[in-house]
Every structure is written in C-alpha cells, then in structure tokens.
C-alpha cells in the first residue's frame, strides 16, 4: 500500500507535464500542415530527413506512451516509415538530455559509448523498417 500511495503521488505530480506534453504535441499537429510534414519528412528527403529525425529524438525527452501516438500522427499526415522510425528509435535510446545524470551514474566513457551505439543503432533499425515496409 506504501508504494501505491508512492506511486499515485508521483503520477500525481507528473499529470500537468503529460497533460502540456499531450496539449503542445496537438497545437503543433494542427498548426503545421499535412503538406509541411510531407515535404520535410516525406519520401523526397528521406536520407535527410532521417538523420534530422534521429537528432531531434535525441534532444527529446517524451514518455514512450505518448510518442508512439505522436509518430503515428505524423505518419498519417504524410511523414515517411524511416524518418518516423529514426525519430521513435532514437527518442527511446538515446538521451542527450539526460547525458549529465546518466555520466555522474555510470560514467563519460559508459554513457558515451552507449548514447553513439544507440544512434547507431536506432539508425540500422529505421533503415531496415524502410527495407521491411
């Protein structure tokens, strides 16, 4: 029951940061046009595209729960499976923000060494969607 109570306080305390997150990820979705979103993470630009993508994942820090809608949400509105995918990958495994927490924790040459295989990798792994899809 002590952890209930625990975990109810901390969810509590993180509503309004979902909430914000929820409200700004659909002001932007309605204010950038389906066409805006095709052009920059469509087809056409795909190699570009991708490697933007896997750099905004990196400096984003969204819950999963809620970019996973989000990604749909872009894909629906025209963005290319690739650049969707590069950006989900890497918002999942790398952590450009939380780099100093995790360097304190485990170390620079720790948290270095997995913050470049995760791009790395998250950028294989969108690649391989676009070949799979």
Request: proline share 10%; hydrophobic share 65%; charged share 0%.
């Given at each position: 029951f002590a952890a209930m109570k625990k975990s109810k306080k901390i969810m509590s305390n993180m509503l309004g940061d979902f909430v914000a997150i929820i409200f700004m990820i659909g002001l932007i979705l309605t204010l950038v046009p389906p066409e805006t979103i095709r052009t920059f993470l469509g087809e056409a630009n795909a190699g570009k595209a991708t490697v933007a993508a896997a750099i905004a994942g990196s400096v984003t820090l969204i819950p999963g729960f809620l970019a996973f809608p989000l990604v749909g949400s872009l894909v629906d509105a025209g963005a290319?499976?690739?650049?969707?995918?590069a950006f989900l990958t890497t918002?999942?495994?790398?952590?450009?923000?939380?780099?100093?927490l995790e360097k304190k924790e485990f170390g620079t040459r720790f948290a270095l060494s997995r913050n470049i295989l995760g791009f790395i990798f998250a950028l294989f792994i969108a690649l391989g969607?676009?070949?799979?899809l």
């Open positions: 290319s499976i690739v650049p969707a995918v918002l999942t495994m790398v952590g450009i923000i939380t780099f100093p969607m676009g070949v799979v």
